[in-house]
């Protein structure tokens, strides 16, 4: 029988994060790196992913901190050019980079944000990021697993990805409406279909494929909503940060050697009722 705690760990292994200097992004990182991995810290701000990159090396880990845009092929190439010169090896691809429109600054403020009404720029931003970024990240990535022989890609899903919003949980009494954006649960819903995709093309590869689905993590959320939300949930409350980085671990390491194609759902049960 293997070694239990062993086939957790990454010592020897190339982690990309991409989104790595977001709010799970960061929490992402920082377990592949304290799990053995060296890091590369790749988000849209340079100045973010150093701080991600100083928290790992803190703690006597690696990591590099890159800035990457993951809509443009050549920045994902360069990404990629980067972690084998400097690491030796691309072994673990984390696809965290996304927009999430109803908490993305450029959106704060807007209560019109119905349906019918939806601006076709905003849709198009996170078709591009969500679902594009993947692609470009992935297709990057792949080509120097696929001379390695081996690889894991992980893909950061959402519960709406797999069952529509609630949009009862943004409505405030007196307000404006507001509601979760379409093209948040659109893109989440065609991110699971890429890894499944994936999963089947590469099976022979010894790249494996899974998916993250996180229900909702509590950032600073009013009282009013994470009170709905919880209710909802049946652990009765909203997960905690760093609630995601077990099953992370799992993904990326041997102890999953045996799934691919897989979406991992770590909600406190809101998809199961």
Known sequence: ????????????????????????????????????????????????????????????????AVEVDVTKPES???????????????????????LDPKFESDMRGQH????????????QASLFVNLTGAFLATQAVVRQMVQQDAGVVVNIC????????????YQREGQPPEY??????VTKAGILGFT?????????????????SPGGVYNQHDEEFSKAYSARAILGRMANIDEM????????SDASSYMT?????????????
């Open 245 to 252: 980085n077990g099953a992370m671990l799992f993904l990326c």
């Open 112 to 123: 019109s944000n119905a349906f019918e009404d939806y601006p076709l720029e905003k849709w």
């Open 1 to 64: 029988m293997a070694d239990l705690a062993k086939s957790f760990d990454l010592s020897g292994r190339t982690a990309i994060v991409t989104g790595g200097a977001g709010l799970l992004g960061t929490q992402f990182s920082n377990t592949l790196g304290s799990a053995g991995a060296s890091v590369l810290v790749a988000d849209v701000s340079l100045a973010r992913a150093q701080e991600v990159a100083d928290q790992i090396a803190d703690k006597g880990g690696k990591a590099l």
């Open 76 to 98: 994902m190439t360069e990404m990629v050019s980067v972690a084998v010169d400097k690491f030796g090896s691309a072994d673990v691809l984390v696809n965290s980079a996304a």
């Open 158 to 169: 959402s519960t709406y990805g797999l069952a529509g919003p609630d949009q009862r949980l």
């Open 180 to 185: 979760k954006p379409v093209d948040y649960s």
């Open 196 to 212: 499944r995709y994936l999963a089947a093309y590469y099976g022979e590869r010894n790249i494996r494929v899974n998916a993250l």
């Open 261 to 273: 194609g897989s979406n991992l759902i770590v909600d406190g049960g809101w998809t199961a009722w």
